[in-house]
Each structure stands twice: as C-alpha cells, then as structure tokens.
Nanobody
C-alpha cells in the first residue's frame, strides 16, 4: 500500500528525490490522516529514522545526520510523500523505506503501522 521509488546510484555530493505513493483503499483515501516517515537501513545495521512529517506538513523531524541536507515534504492531494536528498555522502548508502502511522509524530520505527518495500540508495565516493 506504500510504494517507494527514486533510489539509485549517485556520486558523493549529488542529489536524489525519493517518492512514496499510497495506494489501496485504506491509505490512499486518508493519507492526510497519517504521519509519514522515511527510514533507512544499511547492511548489518538497524533501521533508523531519517525524517518524519506531520499530517498537515507543518511539523517535521530530521535525524541529526541529515539535517540541512534532506527535506521531507508531502502532497496529500497526490497521496505522496517526498524526501529530497542533497549533498549525499557515502554513509547515506542504505535501503530507504517510507512508513505511515496514525496519531502523533514519533520517531520509533515500531510505532509505524504501514511500510513500503524500500528503495536502494547508493552513494559512491
């Protein structure tokens, strides 16, 4: 019900924009009722939050490692959430997942109810 796309191979310093589209009856008609988050998981590491955005798009959260480089946004009319990633570094290499949850904005991955399949981002040095 969540489809992430936009990943790829990019050189350090480059940019990518990830998209997360909602489909299906549950999410697509009510995406504006969900907090959305982007998480990433590198090989051998846990899945950690990168950014999150509140239902209206006003409130956002960023992990310290991406502050000033990544921007999360949403277009509820299009049932889509974006993650603009600039000044990419090799340490940003990971599989990126989008996720949705009801209620308030939180950063713990276990509190997110719906997950996309992930999109690979590889940053070469």
């Amino acid at each position: 019900q969540l489809q992430a796309s936009g990943g790829g191979l990019v050189q350090a310093g480059g940019s990518l924009r990830l998209s997360c589209a909602a489909s299906g009856r549950t999410l697509s008609s009510t995406l504006s009722s969900y907090v959305m988050g982007w998480f990433r998981q590198a090989p051998g590491k846990e899945r950690d939050i990168v950014a999150a955005i509140g239902k209206s798009g006003v409130i956002t959260y960023y992990a310290d490692s991406v502050k000033g480089r990544f921007t999360i946004s949403r277009d509820n009319a299009k049932n889509t959430v974006y993650l603009q990633m600039n000044s990419l570094k090799p340490e940003d290499t990971a599989v990126y997942y989008c996720a949705a949850k009801g209620g308030s904005l939180v950063t713990g991955r276990l509190q997110y109810d719906y997950w996309g399949q992930g999109t690979q981002v590889t940053v070469s040095s």
